[in-house]
Structure formats: C-alpha cells, structure tokens
C-alpha cells in the first residue's frame, strides 16, 4: 500500500503495551504520530523511544498523541521499555523554584506489537537493504503524522541505520499545525516566532484579513517579481 498526503489513513485494530484498540478511536480528535521501529532491544531505537518519551509533553501540549511500532511481542515491549526508561535517566521535576530528579513511573505512549509485520509490509515500511539475527528484512524507521481528520499530513521514511531527529518532528508539526490555521507556509530551518510566507496564490484581500499588521515583499531579487512574502504571526 502506497499512502499519499491528504489520504485517509487506515483504522487498524492494534495490540499494544496499553491494550487493543482501533487507531481512529483511540486517537480521538487529537493529532496523532505513528513511528515504527525494527526491532526491540536495538541500541538506535532505545535511543529513540528514550527520545519520544522525554518530549512527550511538548507533543502532548501540542494536541498530539505518540504512538510506537516495533516487529516483536507485546511482552518484550514491556522489558525493553524498562531499558528505555534507564538509557533516558530520570526526569527534572519543578515546584516554584525547587526542582528534583524523578524516575518516570510509566511510559508516556503506547508501542504497537507488529510481530508478525503485517502493518510494517501494509504500510511499505520494509527496508530491503538491512536484515536481522534470523535474516528477515528489517522495517524501516518510518514517521507518519495524522491530523484530527485522520488524513495523512506528513510522512518521513528512513533507513534502519540512521536515527531519527525528534525535535525535527515537532518542528515539523509545529509548522503543520500553523498551516491549518493560517494560509502561510514555512521557509527553510523556520521555528516558532520566526517569519512565515505568504504564498503567491494567497490573494490581497486575504492578506489584509489574515496579516492585518501587513507583509514585508522582497522586491530586490534580480527578477524583480515579489513572490517572496513574509510575515509576522
């Protein structure tokens, strides 16, 4: 299966390390991030998950659900998760202006029991380069990104072999998630408080109702058109 932006993505009945649920229901009306991994009790998906765990209140903040795949049994998703949690350390916990160190007593997310691959090979995420200690095809470290109604926003697919960037993914949703609001798109390397562009196709008296504080236009390109448009939001 060949998932495009802006397609319905699939309701699968999962089993999790929190129970078995159909994807949309569980999701709710929040943004949802599926990321999936090749297997448990790898050293570049520990540092992941550790990863996704320690900013899973700044995805919560953001109105978004984390949810993890891993080609193995939901038992030794509940052991290496204990690795997990030590590789990541304990968490810095404040109260006003003392703060202390707290060892997390669950795991913020649910990881998704693919032991069978089924998910992995409906959702292309095989990677036919990489395999492992019994010479299967490894799955590769794919990220997808649902908004609330259920449509694909956002899809990224990487080899086993390099890690991913999460403070990316949530720049990645932070953009996401302004565009829904606003008819802006981001530049390159754009985070929160930076200038957004307007698009050319975003017509005059759109821009005065969504930017009433105006557009700065880069008018000294050596075309001289002004399609490059920034603004403040």
Not at 7 to 27: I, R
Not at 66 to 81: A, F, R
Not at 130 to 135: P, Q, R, V
Request: proline share 8%; with cysteine.
């Amino acid at each position: 299966m060949s998932l495009k932006l802006g397609d319905e993505f699939p309701n699968f009945n999962l089993k999790t390390t929190v129970g078995e649920f159909q994807l949309h229901q569980w999701l709710g009306d929040k943004w949802g991030i599926l990321f999936s991994h090749p297997a448990d009790y790898t050293p570049v998906c520990t540092t992941e998950l550790s990863r996704a765990a320690k900013l899973a209140p700044e995805f919560a903040k953001r109105n978004t659900k984390l949810i993890g795949l891993s080609c193995d049994v939901v038992e030794n998703h509940h052991g290496w998760i204990k690795d997990i949690q030590a590789f990541g350390g304990p968490n810095v916990e404040c109260s006003g202006s003392i703060c202390k160190l707290v060892l997390p007593a669950e795991f913020p997310f649910p990881i998704i029991d693919d032991s069978d691959r089924k998910l992995a090979k409906h959702l292309g995420m095989i990677d036919p380069d990489e395999f492992d200690t019994k010479g299967l095809p490894l799955t590769a470290r794919a990220v997808f990104i649902i908004g609330p109604d259920k449509k694909l926003k956002a899809s990224l697919l990487y080899p086993a072999t390099t890690g991913r960037n999460f403070d990316e993914l949530l720049r990645l949703l932070d953009s996401l998630q302004l565009a829904t609001r606003l008819p802006i798109a981001t530049p390159a390397d754009w985070k929160v408080g930076d200038k957004v562009m307007v698009p050319p196709n975003v017509k005059d008296e759109d821009v005065k109702k969504y930017f009433p504080q105006g557009v700065q236009i880069k008018n000294d390109l050596p075309s001289g058109k002004g399609y490059i448009r920034m603004a403040q939001v």
